[in-house]
């Protein structure tokens, strides 16, 4: 069975930071796509980055700045570390995976979440301003 499961979510003050893990069990990061999203209350999902396990990777437009993702594919883990958190940041974060995939970015859109097979439990994380 293949699992997905985000970790290192918490409670942060506004300018803090964050760094998260997206660990993966019965998948291996050889050849697939991993993408972070976030959703927030009363909002759409938000892809954040994406990274391919070739070390590809792409951000959202507004985001790069201060949130950074990398990998550590032998340990088939994805990190996304978040810098300068805001209030608006607050949201469930959750990863999920696209076998064979490539990151690009249409990775990050709605319209791309259909392609991904599998989608982790997400972590919580609060900014509080």
């Known amino acids: 069975e293949v699992q997905l499961q985000a970790f290192g979510g918490g409670m942060v003050e506004a300018g803090g930071s964050l760094r998260l893990s997206c660990a993966a069990s019965g998948l291996t990061f050889d050849d697939v796509v991993i993408t972070w999203f976030r959703q927030a209350p009363g909002k759409e999902r938000e892809g954040i980055s994406c990274?391919?396990?070739?070390?590809?990777?792409r951000y959202g437009d507004s985001l790069k700045d201060r949130f950074t993702i990398s990998s550590d594919n032998a340990k088939n883990t994805v990190y996304l570390q978040m810098n300068n958190l805001k209030a608006e940041d607050t949201a469930v974060y959750l990863c999920?995976?696209?076998?064979?995939?490539?990151?690009?970015?249409?990775?990050?859109?709605?319209?791309?979440?259909?392609?991904?097979?599998?989608w982790g439990r997400g972590t919580l994380v609060t900014v509080s301003s």
């Open positions: 990274i391919s396990s070739d070390g590809n990777t």
């Open positions: 999920a995976a696209e076998v064979a995939g490539t990151c690009s970015p249409l990775s990050l859109t709605l319209y791309w979440n259909f392609k991904y097979h599998y």
